[in-house]
Nanobody
């Protein structure tokens, strides 16, 4: 099982930027697809971005063009660069690992390991 620890959340003004990091330990990080999800108060957790083992990237329409997901396999870390932040981006952000190397999925149910989450608050 892989352990995931997010960092980099905080308070930022609308239009600003933040970079989230997710450090992985245990498991085989380089073969996992890694995803970012978020959950706002009163809402279900939703997909934000995914990077496959081959570094293919996928984004929710709501963040496309503003967020960039990347990975550094040497550091066992995945990043989420968030630009042009909006108040509706306020949420707890979670990173997750899909252990099945053969697939690329954005479905929450396919991710077997989750971090504890980091709060991002965007003030308008």
């Amino acid at each position: 099982q892989v352990q995931l620890v997010e960092s980099g959340g905080g308070l930022v003004q609308a239009g600003g930027s933040l970079r989230l990091s997710c450090a992985a330990s245990g498991g085989s990080f380089s073969v996992y697809s890694m995803g970012w999800f978020r959950q706002s108060p009163g809402k279900e957790r939703e997909f934000v971005a995914l990077i496959s083992r081959s570094s293919g990237t996928y984004y929710a329409d709501s963040v496309k063009g503003r967020f960039i997901i990347s990975r550094d396999n040497a550091k066992n870390t995945v990043y989420l660069q968030m630009n042009s932040l909006k108040s509706e981006d306020t949420a707890v952000y979670y990173c997750a690992a899909d252990h099945m190397a053969w697939r690329t999925s954005t479905r929450e149910v396919d991710f077997g390991s989750w971090g504890q989450g980091t709060q991002v608050t965007v003030s308008s």
